[in-house]
């Protein structure tokens, strides 16, 4: 894996995912040149005993004491000097007391994205860290050391304070750590790399510590994940409108052109693509039967392949056409699953509207986070060739470890998350209630003798995972609690709230999986009931596709003879027709399902079929399928 170049200005967020996965880094020379600059200028202020925030006073509530020559305990009778450097210890004891996060561990993932975030900031140079522990840093990340962090504890003001801390306290040799898959204290982990510790100087301490890389690596890699999640929601809404055979007049490009949001635009876009080469999509009504039962009765017993179900449609008679006359010239008068009606549902026919805000949500935390990662976000900072008349001016206290920019974009990304997998669960449910799914069976199985249940349970699974989503999308950024005895009184919560998106995102892609896997039972039922159809019509008279007809008029009824002629003309147009079949990126999202998961023809345990769509979701496998075909 090629190793990333970190120069402070340039990091991306793939570069970012590539060092989350494993990929080492080098530092740039130049950076590495500034960063030397603002350590000897801090050096040099330390000698003219300037005072400086949080190098030589104390931090937050303690901002007001000035450190001292020696420890005032020197001075106390009989004591003897201790040597003890107070700036060393300031900076020491700044990680050791702050490392107190709880909770499980982060995933080594994070914690990795978090150290290379970290140090592609200090190389801006205006952190005051030294060469070497910066250098040290990198060497910890680039040997697979990777600190045990704790993932509650974080206020996201100052900055990620307790998480970052767990990362600074590895570098001193305390703490925990994970090296070659094992969990050990650290000092065995830089041991066993072949890393020695390292004693911090003027501010590292501060620079190690204070700043956004928490909620930056847990925002970075949610996004990321969501980008994809986003993809596959398109997918699978695709594939679910080729097994409603839906309407595709919704997504046409100049309908969008006249509301032109850039995710609308874009999923509009995406549906046009995914559903390309759809002979489902737009098929005339009455070529879509309606499924029946089976019965041993329902197929002749010489069909050359008899299916397990039944189909039929409803005639209109000739007496209830009346004023409706031009509509029966131009549509044959028979009613199958679907209804002729010019749109389909919301959860089907907004779907770039839904789908495309979310995606728009998506975007603006991508332009947030895009920013911060080559940000500066530590505090106070230093400008060591800035001409000034005091240090104050140099090296200045300001605010940009305060997360709100990306809590923030956080907070609209936790409350799209949910929106998202609503509409997903409420294409499920369409897909599995008779009511609504146009003809395929209930709960998508044949059930003729009342004792399968089919899909039905799959709904109640994506339901319980939507509404969990729902009740954790409350914004936490909203939620302020002040801390350092009031001298951070409001706090941004960005850290809770990045942590919160990368594990929805998980369960997001749980949802579109159960949605796929039900609308690829559909998309098989509705191509073996219009085959089926077709079947009969290819091998047989009129007559033989009159008994799939409820509400014919009796033999000897004056207009029997029209039926038959109107019963014709649906079984020539029947036979006439090519296969009907989805957009070829879904028929290859579809087949790659298969190749995984057999068509449900009777009930079966689902719990590993379940557990099978969601690895297929989470690996890429059918989003890989069908971009492969789309480009093909």
């Known amino acids: 894996m090629k190793s990333i170049h970190l120069d402070g200005q340039s990091l991306t967020g793939r570069q970012l995912l590539a060092v989350a996965h494993g990929a080492t880094v080098e530092l740039d020379d130049d950076a590495l040149r500034k960063v030397a600059r603002a350590a000897e200028f801090l050096a040099e202020q330390v000698r003219r005993e300037e005072p400086i925030y949080g ?83 990198a060497a910890m990340l680039n040997a697979g050391v990777v600190p045990v962090v704790p993932q509650l504890g974080s206020v996201g003001a100052s900055g990620d304070l307790a998480p970052l801390s767990h990362l600074a306290i590895v570098l001193l040799g305390g703490g925990e750590a994970f090296f070659e898959g094992q969990r050990m204290p650290g000092a065995d982990a830089l041991q066993r790399a072949g890393l020695q510790p390292v004693s911090l100087s003027y501010k590292e301490g501060l620079a190690l510590n204070n700043g956004t890389a928490q909620m930056l690596a847990t925002g970075m890699l949610a996004v990321q994940k969501l980008e994809d999640l986003l993809d596959t929601a398109d997918l699978a809404a695709a594939m679910t409108i080729d097994a409603f055979a839906g309407r595709l007049g919704a997504f046409a490009e100049e309908v969008h052109a006249l509301r032109p949001h850039p995710g609308q635009v874009q999923v509009a876009a995406n549906l046009r693509s995914l559903l390309g080469g759809s002979t489902l999509a737009d098929i005339p009504y009455h070529l879509v039967p309606k499924f029946r039962s089976w019965l041993p009765s329902s197929w002749e017993s010489d069909s050359p392949q008899q299916p397990n179900f039944d189909i039929g449609w409803e005639w209109v008679p000739f007496s209830q056409r009346h004023g409706r006359e031009k509509f029966y010239q131009r549509f044959k008068p028979f009613r199958g699953g679907k209804k002729h009606q010019p749109q389909d549902s919301y959860s089907l026919r907004c779907i770039p509207q839904v789908h495309g805000a979310v995606r728009d949500a998506v975007a603006q935390a991508r332009r947030v986070l895009d920013i911060e990662l080559n940000a500066v976000t530590d505090n106070p900072l230093v400008f060591p060739d800035k001409q000034a008349e005091h240090v104050e001016q140099q090296v200045i206290s300001a605010g940009h470890f305060h997360g709100m920019p990306l809590a923030l974009a956080m907070s609209y990304v936790k409350a799209a998350i949910p929106v998202l997998a609503s509409i997903s669960e409420r294409r499920l449910n369409k897909l599995v209630d008779p009511a609504t799914n146009d003809g395929l069976p209930a709960f998508l199985i044949g059930n003729e003798d009342g004792t399968e249940s089919g899909f039905m349970i799959v709904q109640y699974t994506a339901a319980a995972i939507v509404n969990d989503l729902t009740s954790r999308a409350m914004p936490a950024s909203v939620y302020s609690i002040p801390t350092s005895a009031n001298a951070e009184d409001h706090v941004s919560m960005g850290a809770n709230e990045a942590r919160h998106v990368l594990a929805m995102a ?50 000897d009824a004056a207009d029997h003879a029209g039926f038959l002629d109107e019963v014709e003309a649906l079984r020539a147009e029947l036979a006439s027709g090519d296969d009907y079949h989805p957009g070829t990126a879904v028929a290859a999202a579809h087949a790659a399902l298969r190749d995984a998961i057999a068509f449900l023809d009777r009930d079966r345990a689902l719990d590993g079929e379940v557990a099978a769509a969601v690895r297929l979701v989470v690996d890429g496998t059918l989003l890989a399928a069908a971009r492969s075909a789309g480009t093909a």
Do not use: W
């Open 55 to 137: 190098v030589s006073t104390g931090f937050g509530s303690n901002a007001d004491k000035l450190l001292g020559a020696h420890p005032l305990r020197d001075e106390l009778p009989g004591a003897k000097p201790s040597g003890r450097s107070l700036h060393e210890e300031l900076q020491t004891n700044l990680i050791v007391t702050h490392a107190v996060c709880v909770g499980e561990p982060f995933a080594p993932e994070v914690v990795r994205a978090m150290l290379c975030i970290r140090v592609n900031t200090l190389l801006k140079g205006h952190s005051g860290i030294r060469v070497q522990t910066l250098q040290a840093l």
């Open 506 to 555: 998980d369960d997001l892609g749980k949802v579109l999986a159960l949605e796929l896997y039900t609308a690829a039972q559909a998309l098989d039922l509705r191509r073996q009931m219009i085959s089926a159809a077709r079947d009969l019509a290819g091998r047989a008279d009129a007559r033989a596709l009159a008994v799939k007809v409820q509400g014919a008029p009796a033999a």
